[in-house]
């Protein structure tokens, strides 16, 4: 089943609606896509999609935030330069969690300090990143529901220069050198953006796209620090150790929760429903 949403309903998790008292997502193998035209393509550039990658899982976890950010020193994104971000001490055990599923040959992390868009960049253009089969942030994310180019995934924001903010906006991710099968944007309202005419949500997965990577995971809302930890520790555990599918991962790891595997508390929808696959 493939849902195409448009306006406001991109922010609902419309995958648990109830169908013959039972949730969607438990009946149907659900996609996402911004529209028809953008699954059209999306089924194109898969059909063309690599097999072979040289290495597994590119992590990026455990980012350096302190408090107010030292960015952004670029004039054209303003709004940021005085943002407060909290640490993520969740985020560190979320990457080392997914890296127990891979052989450590083949993995990379940037964590702490090392987290930070210099960093990143240098790999990037060192054609590093288009080698990895799977790349998950654990993160922070900024979104600007009225201006795209604002939407930044945040990395630590030490070493912060003209060129170098600690934020790797939506124009930097549309120009990465990526070949990726699956994004994992483990952060706050990842999957949202600004709603362009014809084209729908056009927010961080649809830069990826562009980027080259072939399908996402990402949030509707504001997620827990602890539960989303829980969570792709659980996905990867069906993805990468199981062998099952993206979307039947993710459908099992939601029923994981809401089965009580994780305590009573993270039963509720709050916790599990967020994440979203846009892909094939």
């Known amino acids: 089943l493939v849902i195409s949403s448009d306006g406001i309903l991109n922010q609902l998790p419309i995958e648990i609606l109830m169908l013959n008292q039972q949730l969607?997502?438990?009946?149907?193998?659900?996609?996402?896509?911004?529209?028809?035209?953008?699954?059209?393509?999306?089924?194109?550039?898969?059909?063309?999609?690599?097999?072979?990658y040289k290495n597994?899982?590119?992590?990026?976890?455990?980012?350096?935030?302190?408090?107010?950010?030292?960015?952004?020193?670029?004039?054209?994104?303003?709004?940021?330069?005085n943002y407060e971000w909290a640490s993520l001490p969740?985020?560190?055990?979320?990457?080392?969690?997914a890296t127990e599923f891979y052989d450590k040959k083949n993995t990379y992390m940037l964590v702490g300090y090392d987290a930070n868009e210099q960093n990143f960049m240098k790999l990037n253009e060192e054609n590093i990143?288009?080698?990895y089969e799977t790349l998950l942030f654990s993160t922070h994310a900024y979104i600007d529901l009225t201006n795209n180019l604002n939407s930044s995934i945040v990395l630590s924001q030490n070493n912060t220069t003209e060129q170098f903010d600690g934020y790797l906006n939506y124009g930097e991710l549309i120009n990465l050198k990526l070949n990726s099968k699956l994004i994992i944007l483990s952060s706050c309202e990842s999957s949202l953006g600004a709603e362009i005419s014809g084209e729908g949500s056009v927010g961080l997965p649809y830069a990826l796209f562009i980027a080259g990577n072939k399908s996402t995971m990402a949030t509707l809302w504001p997620v827990d620090d602890i539960g989303t930890s829980?969570?792709?520790?659980?996905?990867?555990?069906?993805?990468?150790?199981?062998?099952?599918?993206?979307?039947?991962?993710?459908?099992?790891?939601?029923q994981d929760f809401i089965k009580g595997k994780f305590g009573a508390e993270y039963t509720q929808p709050l916790f599990w429903s967020s994440f979203q696959y846009f892909g094939m």
């Open 129 to 131: 990143l288009e080698n």
């Open 56 to 81: 597994n899982l590119f992590a990026v976890g455990g980012a350096v935030y302190n408090g107010k950010s030292l960015a952004s020193t670029r004039n054209q994104f303003p709004i940021l330069k």
């Open 230 to 254: 829980l969570f792709i520790k659980n996905f990867f555990k069906y993805y990468q150790l199981e062998k099952l599918d993206i979307v039947d991962s993710l459908r099992q790891t939601k």
């Open 90 to 97: 969740g985020t560190l055990s979320e990457i080392n969690a």
């Open 24 to 52: 969607l997502f438990e009946q149907f193998k659900i996609k996402h896509a911004q529209t028809l035209t953008f699954y059209k393509l999306l089924k194109e550039k898969n059909a063309k999609a690599k097999s072979d």
